[in-house]
């Protein structure tokens, strides 16, 4: 267990208690009993910058640094965004930054799903942001549904997947599609074993090394070979993105009493004003 403090910096006094509990309900959900990786720093900093261009995870600094741009006092807005951060982190993505053997689409693809996963988990747990949770995800994930992802489509796509930096429109739909067929334990996982996969311009040799690194038979490489390999009907079942089962709700109802009683374990908070920061990010 890694004892973690969050710095929330350039939140208004009017957000700040929301974002308090998105980033411990969200943290708690990709690192539940704070199993972290190896940090920069125990201090994670996270900067609410409106005016930024882009959310990023920032590489070339000493210490661990996200920005997002959302709106102030726009708690699922933020939470769409950290996660997708928080995806970056858990496997330490400034180390390959930038990444230059044309899979960076994967990673982008995995953070777009931590984003699903941290929203729906948020509205299947009791609190007070479950309610906006639900409209976000009903509301403001459509660009995730995968409806149209199978092994044709996926064929179209990986040229511009091999050359994208960020998560682009249609690799939006490829997170729906990780999002509507893993548990958010497994990608977890799948995710953190990329920080020792090594990099390879070779797609499927990266693939087939990475899947040796993850436990089970249904993890990412898997699936995306699967739909490298397969004809245009996918091996798994389909479902909607936002329709898979309760993901971490016990825990994270857990963690969100522990906070309404002020006993949040190993989440503590720092607010500070704005420091200064590179321009180096994912
Ligand atoms: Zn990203």
Request: charged share 25%.
């Amino acid at each position: 267990m890694t004892e973690v403090i969050f710095e929330l910096c350039g939140f208004s006094e009017l957000e700040k208690p929301m974002a308090r509990i998105a980033t411990m309900m969200t943290a708690d959900l990709f690192f539940p009993n704070g199993d972290y990786p190896p940090l920069r720093s125990n201090v994670i900093r996270i900067m609410r910058d409106a005016n930024a261009s882009v959310p990023r995870y920032v590489a070339h600094e000493p210490f661990e640094l996200i920005v997002v741009n959302c709106q102030e006092d726009r708690p699922w807005q933020y939470t769409y965004q950290v996660a997708h951060e928080f995806g970056h982190l858990s496997t330490r993505a400034d180390k390959r930054f930038p990444r230059q053997d044309g899979n960076m689409w994967i990673e982008e693809a995995i953070c777009g799903a931590y984003s699903i996963y941290a929203i729906r988990a948020m509205s299947e747990a009791e609190g007070p942001l479950k309610g906006g949770a639900q409209d976000y995800l009903h509301n403001h994930l459509n660009d995730h549904r995968s409806d149209e992802v199978d092994a044709d489509w996926f064929a179209r796509h990986l040229p511009e997947f091999r050359i994208a930096t960020t998560l682009t429109a249609p690799l939006m739909k490829l997170s729906g599609y990780i999002a509507a067929r893993l548990l958010v334990g497994q990608v977890t996982a799948d995710n953190r074993a990329i920080m020792d996969t090594p990099l390879n311009e070779d797609h499927w040799v990266y693939l087939s090394d990475w899947k040796k690194r993850c436990n089970g038979p249904h993890t990412i490489p898997a699936l995306l070979e699967s739909l490298g390999s397969a004809p245009a009907k996918t091996p798994m079942k389909t479902r909607q993105p936002h329709s898979l089962g309760p993901v971490a709700e016990p825990r994270v109802v857990r963690a969100l009493r522990r906070l309404c009683r002020g006993q949040g374990r190993r989440n503590r908070w720092i607010l500070l004003g704005w420091p200064a920061y590179g321009a180096a990010a994912v």
